[in-house]
Protein backbone atom coordinates (compact mmCIF):
# COMPACT_ATOMS: atom_id res chain seq x y z
CA UNK A 1 0.00 0.00 0.00
CA UNK A 2 2.60 2.31 0.27
CA UNK A 3 4.78 1.78 -2.50
CA UNK A 4 1.21 2.50 -4.34
CA UNK A 5 0.80 5.50 -2.79
CA UNK A 6 4.46 6.33 -3.03
CA UNK A 7 4.14 5.35 -6.74
CA UNK A 8 0.83 7.88 -6.96
CA UNK A 9 3.00 10.67 -5.13
CA UNK A 10 5.60 10.54 -7.98
CA UNK A 11 3.22 10.02 -10.57
CA UNK A 12 1.42 13.30 -9.55
CA UNK A 13 4.22 15.70 -8.98
CA UNK A 14 5.97 14.78 -12.37
CA UNK A 15 2.96 15.70 -14.32
CA UNK A 16 3.15 18.85 -12.39
CA UNK A 17 7.16 19.69 -13.55
CA UNK A 18 5.44 18.64 -16.85
CA UNK A 19 3.09 21.26 -17.01
CA UNK A 20 5.88 23.62 -15.48
CA UNK A 21 7.93 23.17 -18.09
CA UNK A 22 5.75 23.64 -21.03
CA UNK A 23 4.21 26.95 -19.53
CA UNK A 24 7.79 28.11 -19.24
CA UNK A 25 8.48 26.83 -23.09
CA UNK A 26 5.06 28.64 -24.36
CA UNK A 27 6.28 31.41 -22.31
CA UNK A 28 9.56 31.68 -24.19
CA UNK A 29 7.98 30.86 -27.78
CA UNK A 30 6.06 33.81 -27.55
CA UNK A 31 8.35 36.20 -26.49
CA UNK A 32 10.53 34.98 -29.77
CA UNK A 33 7.50 35.90 -31.46
CA UNK A 34 7.26 38.96 -29.72
CA UNK A 35 10.79 39.87 -30.41
CA UNK A 36 10.49 39.01 -34.26
CA UNK A 37 7.12 41.31 -34.58
CA UNK A 38 9.05 44.15 -33.08
CA UNK A 39 12.32 43.58 -35.45
CA UNK A 40 9.60 43.41 -38.67
CA UNK A 41 8.03 46.59 -37.26
CA UNK A 42 10.72 48.35 -36.75
CA UNK A 43 12.31 47.56 -40.31
CA UNK A 44 9.38 49.06 -41.44
CA UNK A 45 9.52 51.93 -39.77
CA UNK A 46 12.77 52.50 -40.72
CA UNK A 47 11.76 52.15 -44.13
CA UNK A 48 8.63 54.30 -43.84
CA UNK A 49 10.64 57.21 -42.51
CA UNK A 50 13.20 56.74 -44.93
CA UNK A 51 10.27 57.54 -47.43
CA UNK A 52 9.26 60.49 -46.05
CA UNK A 53 12.72 61.96 -47.85
CA UNK A 54 10.50 60.78 -51.10
CA UNK A 55 8.22 63.67 -51.13
CA UNK A 56 10.76 66.20 -51.69
CA UNK A 57 11.18 64.48 -54.87
CA UNK A 58 7.67 63.93 -55.75
CA UNK A 59 7.37 67.54 -54.77
CA UNK A 60 10.34 68.64 -57.07
CA UNK A 61 8.89 66.55 -59.80
CA UNK A 62 6.46 68.62 -60.33
CA UNK A 63 3.39 66.46 -58.30
CA UNK A 64 0.59 68.73 -56.50
CA UNK A 65 1.77 70.48 -53.10
CA UNK A 66 -1.99 69.83 -51.82
CA UNK A 67 -1.24 66.00 -52.69
CA UNK A 68 2.29 65.59 -51.39
CA UNK A 69 1.07 66.94 -47.89
CA UNK A 70 -1.80 64.63 -48.37
CA UNK A 71 0.74 61.88 -48.54
CA UNK A 72 2.95 63.27 -46.01
CA UNK A 73 0.04 63.56 -43.45
CA UNK A 74 -0.94 59.72 -44.35
CA UNK A 75 2.43 58.56 -43.77
CA UNK A 76 2.76 60.49 -40.62
CA UNK A 77 -0.16 58.55 -39.59
CA UNK A 78 1.10 55.18 -40.62
CA UNK A 79 4.72 55.88 -38.44
CA UNK A 80 2.35 56.77 -35.17
CA UNK A 81 0.91 54.10 -35.60
CA UNK A 82 3.80 51.44 -36.13
CA UNK A 83 6.13 53.41 -33.15
CA UNK A 84 2.58 52.68 -30.79
CA UNK A 85 2.86 49.16 -31.86
CA UNK A 86 6.35 48.93 -31.25
CA UNK A 87 5.96 50.15 -27.75
CA UNK A 88 3.30 48.07 -26.84
CA UNK A 89 4.95 44.91 -28.19
CA UNK A 90 8.13 45.88 -26.30
CA UNK A 91 6.59 46.90 -23.13
CA UNK A 92 4.84 43.51 -23.04
CA UNK A 93 8.03 41.65 -23.51
Given at each position: ?YK??L????V?SM?????????????????????????L???K???????????????????DK?D???????????????T???V??????
Amino acid sequence: MYKFVLMIGLVVSMSMLSVDHTSVGIAQVQAADNMAQVRLILKKLRGSMASMKDFDDLEAAGMDKADVDKLRRAMKSKIKQMTTDAVDLITAL
